[in-house]
């Protein structure tokens, strides 16, 4: 019984200490309000299609980029949901909704069908999007970014930050704090990233 404590303690000394030694993982900082927001180019997935987007190409809109773990897990799922459902009224007040992950586009096409979400997921295989945005590197040992989400004006800056987000009332708080009316009216045009771009997801 004394050697079998001794390996226990042996072993608990081994594994804080690996823990304390282990290598950090450089993270960026959060975006502040009012900071320009950086810039991208990257690839997204619209319905089943897969076009390119970048930030520049959204100038003039009010953008909400939020950054999530993992296509099709709980949390992320009611998160999407959450925006699917009240995606008419972001439409209507000319909002652009981006979703931003690590997953390859395969997985953001059977995520997009299987809860019919009518908004792009942005594609960051090399996490080049999170890292600007402070939201790499969430879930260390998986590789998952952060649940983290921006609001981007129309002038290419920070207007808000969520850093600490609840998936099943983030979209609803956004709507309530950008004041967006709980009766939509028709859509404006170009709320969708590839017509605001000038490109047609389909064409590609």
């Not at 072993?11 to 975006?31: D, K, W």
């Not at 590789?143 to 983030?170: A, F």
């Amino acid at each position: 019984m004394k050697t079998l404590a001794i390996v226990v303690v042996v072993i608990v000394v081994l594994v804080g200490a690996a823990i304390v030694l282990r290598p950090r993982i450089a993270r960026a900082a959060l975006l502040k309000p009012g900071q320009l927001a950086p810039a991208f180019s990257t690839q997204m997935v619209e319905g089943d299609q897969i076009a390119p987007i970048s930030l520049s190409d959204l100038r003039g809109k009010t953008v909400v980029l939020y950054f999530y773990p993992k296509d099709d897990t709980p949390g992320c799922t009611k998160e999407a949901c959450a925006f699917r459902d009240g995606f008419s009224r972001f439409q209507s007040a000319g909002l652009v909704v981006l979703g931003c992950s690590v997953q390859d586009s395969d997985s953001h096409r059977a995520f997009i069908k299987k809860y019919n979400l009518p908004f792009p997921l942005l594609m960051d295989p090399d996490k080049k999007i999170a890292n600007e945005y402070g939201a790499a590197n969430g879930i260390p040992i998986l590789g998952l970014d952060r649940r983290i989400t921006y609001i981007i004006g129309p002038d290419g800056k920070i207007e808000k930050v969520y850093p600490h987000v609840d998936p099943s009332i983030n979209a609803t708080q956004i709507l309530s704090d950008l004041k967006v009316s709980e009766h939509p009216a028709a859509p404006v045009a170009a709320a969708s990233p590839a017509q605001a771009s000038g490109t047609s997801a389909a064409s590609r």
